[in-house]
């Protein structure tokens, strides 16, 4: 099963990312990122070994919201 996975890239599941990417992501510190997935500001899943992993796309998502213009 691992061995397809490895092929397509648009054939796997979500992508999720560990914290210090979404910090390099948001420019923000590791320790940010934990505290706003603690808060409820970021979403995210547990692993089985109770590590936090971000979806990829909502993180980019949130990126692209905040580095736009404010309009007024």
């Known amino acids: ?4 996975r490895k092929g397509n890239p648009s054939t796997q599941g979500p992508s999720y990312l560990r914290a210090a990417e979404v910090a390099e992501i948001l420019y923000v510190s590791p320790k940010t990122v ?7 500001k970021l979403p995210f899943m547990k692993t089985l070994g109770g590590h936090r992993r971000y979806p990829a796309t ?3 998502e949130l990126a692209e919201e905040l580095r736009e213009e404010p309009t007024a």
């Open 34 to 40: 934990s505290r706003w997935a603690k808060e409820g």
């Open 1 to 4: 099963m691992a061995a397809q």
């Open 58 to 60: 909502k993180i980019r």
